[in-house]
T-cell receptor, first 116, second 111 residues
Framework: DGGITQSPKYLFRKEGQNVTLSCEQN?????MYWYRQDPGQGLRLIYY???????QKGDIAEGYSVSREKKESFPLTVTSAQKNPTAFYLC???????????????FGPGTRLLVL | ELKVEQNPLFLSMQEGKNYTIYCNYS?????LYWYRQDPGKSLESLFV?????AVKQEGRLMASLDTKARLSTLHITAAVHDLSATYFC???????????FGTGTRLKVLA
């Protein structure tokens, strides 16, 4: 079955620690995205990537880093510089950034990050 | 600043009733998306609206798009409890590769 997987489902971070959230897709999608969702809030874009080895900052990139070495994978690292990382993190992908088919985003199940 | 605003933010309605959720956006966009999110879960795609006047229907939900007014609506017909969820609209502004999400409308259908 095609889809997007995220791991782990829950992640606990100690102060000063960097943690990495995994996102893998087997949909053969070019574009991938990371969003942060705080309780009762909408989604805010952290980073997005249109193609392998290329990515752009979203609206709240400070304290986060990403890499896109493979088409299927777009890991997100929450660094110690992110002072308030507790949130629900969602990874998404779409066929291509601006094709003609509408390119709805498909979302993974999410990772809930908590600070110890 | 790009803004996508939904109203109402919260909606409590009786089963069997009709209601409309509104999504206004401040930038030029010919693409609008509706998603559903159940509590503690991820987002599920509902509709993709690609042109002015587009209308899509699935079951008790119908979405429409007016690009001139920069307005999309999600109409709920004869609501049932299973429709209880948070609904988000999102736009992909022309000339960018980003999706901007609305604030979300939390819908609760009472039996």
């Amino acid at each position: 079955d095609g889809g997007i997987t995220q791991s782990p489902k829950y992640l606990f971070r100690k102060e000063g620690q960097n943690v990495t959230l995994s996102c893998e897709q087997n949909l053969n999608h070019d574009a991938m995205y990371w969003y942060r969702q705080d309780p009762g809030q909408g989604l805010r874009l952290i980073y997005y990537s249109q193609i392998v080895n290329d990515f752009q900052k979203g609206d709240i990139a400070e304290g986060y880093s990403v890499s896109r070495e493979k088409k299927e994978s777009f890991p997100l690292t929450v660094t110690s510089a992110q002072k308030n990382p507790t949130a629900f993190y969602l990874c998404a992908s779409s066929i291509s950034p601006r094709g003609v088919g509408g390119e709805t985003q498909y979302f993974g199940p999410g990772t809930r990050l908590l600070v110890l | 600043e790009l803004k996508v605003e939904q109203n109402p933010l919260f909606l409590s309605m009786q089963e069997g009733k009709n209601y409309t959720i509104y999504c206004n956006y401040s930038t030029t966009s010919d693409r609008l998306y509706w998603y559903r999110q159940d509590p503690g879960k991820s987002l599920e795609s509902l509709f993709v609206l690609l042109s002015n006047g587009a209308v899509k229907q699935e079951g008790r939900l119908m979405a429409s798009l007016d690009t001139k007014a920069r307005l999309s609506t999600l109409h709920i017909t004869a609501a049932v409890h299973d429709l209880s969820a948070t609904y988000f609209c999102a736009v992909a502004p022309s000339g960018t590769y980003k999706y901007i999400f609305g604030t979300g409308t939390r819908l609760k259908v009472l039996a």
